[in-house]
């Protein structure tokens, strides 16, 4: 008989996918927030991008649902530690919502409903990897998720995929937003455990 070492559990399934260092897997979907959860009306909810040079593109809630749409199909992390596979989506690719934006920043503020802010550079919110999200497994984003619509960059810590979401700030140089004043990391790739400034 072959001796099997401790903890030995066989090979990786070749379809697992991979979790970040430091992740742990749930299958429930918590809710973190920053304070109270806004409860925004979709009569008045807006979404606003604003260049460099001060001008405006602004979309209403009819007029961001009659847009293409795309059912992405991601895993999510969390800084908190915490990775949910294969979770899905519905809403609007950011390539979309920029393709008539005359532009040249690098870097991208994004604003909430509740005031919360993060920054991220403009390149991490085009060619597919993000988007302004509005169902979520199938039924219409909740407010304690982010509804009606938050930002989803699947990529970066999910700190980075704003509830929520009211708008873009387009810059030619970078600022930090909430918890990056806060001393999170200014990228936040979980890949390489970008949790705080240093790492």
Not at 59 to 68: G, K, R, V
Not at 78 to 106: H, I, N, P, Y
Request: net charge negative; charged share 20%.
């Amino acid at each position: 008989m072959p001796i099997v070492s401790p903890g030995f559990r066989g090979r990786p399934r070749e379809d697992r996918p991979a979790l970040p260092p430091g992740q742990y897997l749930v299958e429930d979907f918590p809710v973190l927030s920053v304070g109270p959860t806004p409860r925004i009306r979709t009569e008045t909810w807006e979404f606003v991008i604003t260049t460099e040079s001060g001008e405006k593109h602004i979309w209403s809630w009819p007029e961001l649902l009659a847009l293409p749409t795309e059912r992405p199909t991601v895993d999510i992390h969390c800084v908190t530690k915490w990775s949910k596979f294969a979770t899905k989506w519905r809403g609007v690719s950011l390539d979309t919502l920029l393709s008539g934006v005359d532009t040249a920043a690098e870097y991208v503020m994004v604003h909430s409903y509740d005031g919360y802010t993060t920054n991220l550079p403009l390149a991490d919110l085009l060619d597919g990897q993000a988007w302004i999200v509005h169902h979520f497994g199938g039924q219409s984003l909740v407010p304690e998720h982010g509804g009606p619509a938050r930002l989803l960059v699947p990529h970066l810590y999910l700190w980075k995929s704003a509830k929520w979401v009211q708008g873009l700030t387009l810059m030619l140089e970078d600022e930090p937003g909430f918890w990056e004043n806060a001393g999170y990391h200014d990228y936040g790739d979980p890949w390489r455990e970008q949790r705080y400034q240093g790492d």
